[in-house]
């Protein structure tokens, strides 16, 4: 039998869950302070399990807002001398550079973000970009998945940590908040929704001459 593709899975769609923690809530004029990135891949049973992970710490640009609150709510001090961080650009283009390997690799056309409350991490990443005059964004430019939506449907929490209690996936809330690590839990739940959805019979489905 051969193995199930990934590239089947969503329309030729790669899902990877992102994360971005930022100087506030307004991607038009807010910094953007972390990003990481989880790509995803599919085992020979048709599960599907995080693969790569990357996250970069970001130089904010310094013609936007930071709010002291997202400041305070995330811990990050940009100041911090021992931070490691790279200038905005150089970070979106190693980000994008592991999401368009992993498109290759998996034989998709493109990539669709996963993240909790999605729109709100795209809209950094996609204004980020268009900063930063990078042409080749990976990400579809609005389509997404996200995983607040989804638990609220599988699991009926909507709040990140809660959703992953009742996934059984382990959440730590003191390194919460931080890029890389909530990539990777938003990766584990959408892997768990997804798996729970197939073995409920939800896909791969049928064909229509009954094979």
Not at 5 to 34: C, I, K, N, S, W
Not at 72 to 80: E, K, L, M, S, V
Not at 109 to 120: E, G, K, L, P, S
């Amino acid at each position: 039998m051969t193995p199930p593709r990934l590239a089947d899975r969503f329309r030729g769609f790669l899902p990877v869950a992102v994360d971005v923690e930022t100087g506030g809530f307004d991607h038009r004029q807010h910094a953007l302070l972390e990003i990481a990135a989880v790509t995803l891949t599919m085992d020979d049973s048709g599960l599907l399990i995080p693969g790569e992970r990357l996250a970069v710490g970001v130089v904010p640009d310094p013609e936007l807002v930071i709010e002291q609150a997202a400041l305070d709510f995330t811990g990050i001090d940009p100041q911090d001398p021992w931070r490691q961080a790279e200038p905005e650009r150089e970070a979106l283009t190693q980000i994008f550079e592991l999401v368009r390997k992993a498109v290759r690799e998996q034989e998709c056309t493109r990539a669709v973000m996963v993240a909790h409350n999605a729109h709100f991490d795209l809209g950094f990443v996609n204004r980020a970009a268009d900063r930063c005059n990078i042409k080749r964004n990976p990400f579809h430019p609005f389509s997404c998945f996200d995983t607040a939506t989804l638990a609220g449907l599988a699991f009926g929490q909507t709040v990140l940590a809660r959703a992953c209690g009742a996934a059984k996936i382990p959440y730590d809330n003191r390194a919460a908040h931080n890029a890389s690590y909530d990539a990777q839990c938003t990766a584990a739940l959408f892997c768990a929704i997804v798996n729970r959805w197939r073995e409920l019979g939800g896909w791969p489905l049928p064909s229509a001459d009954g094979d």
